[in-house]
């Protein structure tokens, strides 16, 4: 058993060993508009997870640049208050990795895809046409992470969904149930891996008080 002090690594290192261990990840595949240029940017984020169904809240960390400048995602969202967050399903998984280009902020990152986008409902920013699943989000706090050495290395953005958009294909609007295996949806491993949807399975909850994961 190999026992490692994060104390005593490269930074380099330890994201090597929390990509390769906390695996899969759902991604975050986030739209958000400048407010400086009104441009449409798309990107997708691997440190996002649901953090709170009442309210129904999710997390996403972006990083920062080596400069230590914000990401378009991350600048856009805190200036604009406002996102869309999108499931990827297997269909769409080369269209999604297009746009984790680094392009200038005056430039979206659908234009290098063959996506097209929506008008949202409740938010000011466009969702992806072709996503199963669309999020529509305001921001709710917005947390920056810093590093022993007082740099700023993330920005961790907690977001509210005020409207579930899901294709009617996935859903079971009877019992209300998103159905996984049409969905497909991917998720993030280390390096340049991601995985598909595997075999499901089922296991009955602990009934004793306590019991559960």
């Given at each position: 058993?190999?026992?490692?002090?994060?104390?005593?690594?490269?930074?380099?290192?330890?994201?090597k060993?929390?990509?390769?261990?906390?695996?899969?990840?759902?991604?975050?595949?986030?739209?958000?508009?400048?407010?400086?240029?009104?441009?449409?940017?798309?990107a997708?984020?691997?440190?996002?997870?649901?953090?709170?169904?009442?309210?129904?809240?999710?997390?996403?960390?972006v990083v920062?640049?080596?400069?230590?400048?914000m990401?378009?995602?991350?600048?856009n969202?805190?200036?604009?208050?406002?996102?869309?967050?999108?499931?990827?399903?297997?269909?769409?998984?080369?269209?999604?990795?297009?746009?984790?280009?680094?392009?200038?902020?005056?430039?979206?990152?659908?234009?290098?895809?063959?996506?097209?986008?929506?008008?949202?409902?409740?938010?000011?920013?466009?969702?992806?046409?072709?996503?199963?699943?669309?999020?529509?989000?305001r921001?709710?706090?917005?947390?920056?992470?810093?590093?022993?050495?007082?740099?700023?290395?993330h920005?961790?953005l907690?977001?509210?969904?005020?409207?579930?958009?899901?294709?009617?294909s996935?859903?079971?609007?009877?019992?209300?149930?998103v159905?996984?295996?049409?969905?497909?949806?991917?998720?993030?491993?280390?390096?340049?891996?991601y995985?598909?949807?595997?075999?499901l399975?089922?296991?009955?909850?602990p009934?004793?008080?306590?019991?559960?994961?």
């Amino acid at each position: 058993m190999y026992t490692l002090n994060p104390e005593q690594l490269e930074s380099k290192q330890i994201y090597k060993l929390m990509t390769g261990t906390i695996t899969p990840r759902p991604v975050a595949w986030v739209t958000s508009r400048s407010t400086e240029s009104g441009v449409v940017n798309a990107a997708p984020f691997s440190y996002f997870n649901m953090i709170s169904s009442e309210p129904p809240l999710v997390a996403i960390s972006v990083v920062r640049r080596p400069s230590g400048e914000m990401k378009d995602t991350a600048r856009n969202v805190t200036e604009q208050g406002e996102l869309v967050v999108h499931i990827c399903d297997e269909s769409l998984v080369e269209e999604m990795n297009k746009t984790a280009a680094v392009l200038p902020p005056g430039e979206s990152e659908i234009d290098l895809t063959r996506l097209s986008l929506i008008d949202s409902e409740a938010v000011g920013v466009p969702g992806i046409a072709e996503a199963k699943v669309r999020l529509e989000c305001r921001l709710e706090s917005h947390v920056p992470i810093k590093a022993d050495d007082g740099r700023i290395t993330h920005d961790l953005l907690i977001a509210r969904i005020i409207r579930f958009q899901l294709e009617e294909s996935i859903y079971d609007a009877e019992h209300g149930y998103v159905l996984t295996q049409q969905l497909r949806p991917i998720a993030r491993l280390a390096g340049s891996e991601y995985a598909e949807l595997g075999r499901l399975f089922q296991i009955a909850r602990p009934t004793q008080p306590g019991g559960g994961v």
